[in-house]
């Protein structure tokens, strides 16, 4: 199985910085990581496929790269509504597998 | 528009069967290419993969979970059951549904969720 293993756990930015998670794969993955970003309360949305493609309706900000076992996802000009927890998952092999989450907190 | 609906106990018993039911509009699981899976989520914790089955009815499930899983679907009604045997308590979270196959050019990523349902062990 492939397993995924995401850092930070969580971090702490203001509004405006750029944060950068990262997420690498036990195994090569193409580019095959998706990103979602969860609310409290609510369930995960989804904001970058493919690594690097931009579901509908998401902001330019969120931006997505890797390939191989090395993934990233870069938020910049971080918003009020950006303070949430994210999660990478693969999506390349079943079973499919999330990383551990990171939440993003208000500095 | 797409959307799903989990339904099921919000309390069950350790060694009970849980039984959940995915109700969702705006696709069919006919149609080649999509999928609804079932993922879950203990309070304060991060996401768990449960299992998957697709258009074709092939199934898969999660490895550490799948002597306790099945999964089956009801095209004509437009539903998913998962049943978990043996539950326990540390099977208590929020059990979400979710749609794989609406994004282009892509494989498992899963672009609509359900709002999800909180299931309790206790007894």
């Known amino acids: 199985d492939i397993q995924m293993t995401q850092s930070p756990s969580s971090l702490s930015a203001s509004l405006g910085d750029t944060v950068t998670i990262t997420c690498r794969a036990s195994?090569?993955?193409?580019?095959?990581v998706s990103w979602y970003q969860q609310k409290p309360g609510k369930a995960p949305e989804l904001l970058i496929y493919t690594a690097s493609i931009l579901h509908s309706g998401v902001p330019s900000r969120f931006s997505g790269s890797g390939s191989g076992t090395d993934f990233t996802l870069t938020v910049s000009n971080l918003q009020p509504e950006d303070f949430a927890t994210y999660y990478c998952?693969?999506?390349?092999?079943?079973?499919?597998?999330f990383g551990g989450g990171t939440k993003v907190e208000i500095k | 528009q797409v959307t799903l609906r989990e339904s099921g106990p919000v309390l069950v018993k350790p060694t009970q069967t849980l039984t959940l039911t995915c109700t969702f509009s705006?696709?069919?699981?006919?149609?080649?290419?999509?999928?609804v899976s079932w993922i879950r989520q203990p309070p304060g914790k991060a996401l768990e993969w449960l299992a998957l089955?697709?258009?074709?009815?092939?199934?898969y499930y999660s490895t550490s979970l799948k002597t306790r899983l099945s999964i089956s679907k009801d095209t004509s009604k437009n539903r998913v059951v998962l049943t978990m045997t043996n539950m326990h308590p540390a099977d208590t979270g929020t059990y979400y549904c979710?749609?794989?196959?609406?994004?282009?050019?892509?494989?498992?990523?899963?672009?609509?969720w359900g709002q999800g349902t909180t299931v309790t062990v206790s007894s």
């Open positions: 195994q090569r993955i193409s580019t095959y």
């Open positions: 998952q693969q999506s390349h092999t079943v079973p499919l597998a």
């Open positions: 705006g696709f069919s699981l006919t149609t080649t290419g999509m999928c």
């Open positions: 089955i697709d258009w074709a009815d092939d199934k």
């Open positions: 979710a749609r794989i196959g609406g994004v282009p050019d892509a494989l498992y990523d899963m672009d609509v």
